[in-house]
């Protein structure tokens, strides 16, 4: 159990256990609150999930697309060391050889 789910209220963690069992989709508010209903909700109140998923996206547990289709957060990618790009060799000091200055620091 993550630290932020502790303060989860019940129709929270319902949204987000039915988010995260579908991690790469986009999924429209509409239907989570038709399919992660646990007591039958979305008969007596189709929005019911709206307050829920506002609440996760607030905590930055989830994120939209705009509009409202949700999914939970994904993990963000190493952004502290870009990859490195292939340059040929022979390419390379074509480049380095004639009068204008290239930044070739990304290429390997």
Same mark, same amino acid.
């Given at each position: ?18 988010? !995260?069992?579908?991690?790469? #989709?986009?999924?429209?508010?509409? #239907? ?11 008969? @007596? ?22 509009? !409202? ?7 963000? @990618? ?17 480049? #380095? ?12």
């Amino acid at each position: 159990m993550q630290e932020s789910e502790r303060s989860l209220g019940g129709d929270e963690w319902c949204v987000l256990k039915y988010l !995260e069992s579908r991690p790469t #989709e986009f999924i429209a508010a509409v #239907e989570i609150a038709r399919r992660a209903d646990r007591k039958g909700l979305s008969f @007596a109140d189709p929005r019911w999930a709206y307050q829920a998923l506002r609440g996760l996206w607030e905590l930055g547990m989830i994120e939209t697309e705009g509009g !409202e289709r949700y999914r939970v957060k994904t993990p963000e @990618a190493n952004v502290s060391e870009p990859a490195k790009r292939f340059i040929a060799p022979h390419l390379r000091a074509i480049l #380095e050889q004639s009068n204008r200055r290239f930044d070739l620091s990304g290429y390997v």
